[in-house]
């Protein structure tokens, strides 16, 4: 089972994911209109938002990030 921080670092990833999501949403599905120079920001934010939940979520469940690894790789060898 997880630790506390690893779980609240994982709920608060999550909500905040979700929120851009949902922003996301409101353009993309419910044809909100936006201004053009904005939706570059939304679609970072929301791309931003999925990768925090995506290293929370492998934390919690106690896997290493692929990135975190591919990094090691990329350490030289001594």
């Known amino acids: 089972m997880a630790d506390e921080p690893t779980?609240?670092?994982?709920?608060?990833?999550?909500?905040?994911?979700?929120?851009h999501l949902a922003q996301l949403h409101e353009l993309l599905i419910e044809g909100k209109r936006?201004?053009?120079?904005?939706?570059?920001?939304?679609?970072?934010?929301e791309a931003r938002a999925k990768r925090a939940y995506d290293r929370?979520?492998?934390?919690?469940?106690?896997?290493?990030?692929?990135e975190?690894?591919?990094?090691?790789?990329?350490e030289p060898e001594s």
């Open 56 to 66: 929370a979520r492998l934390a919690l469940l106690g896997i290493e990030a692929e």
């Open 68 to 74: 975190d690894i591919h990094e090691e790789d990329d």
């Open 34 to 45: 936006i201004p053009p120079a904005l939706i570059k920001g939304l679609l970072n934010r």
């Open 7 to 19: 779980k609240a670092a994982y709920t608060e990833a999550y909500e905040n994911w979700q929120r």
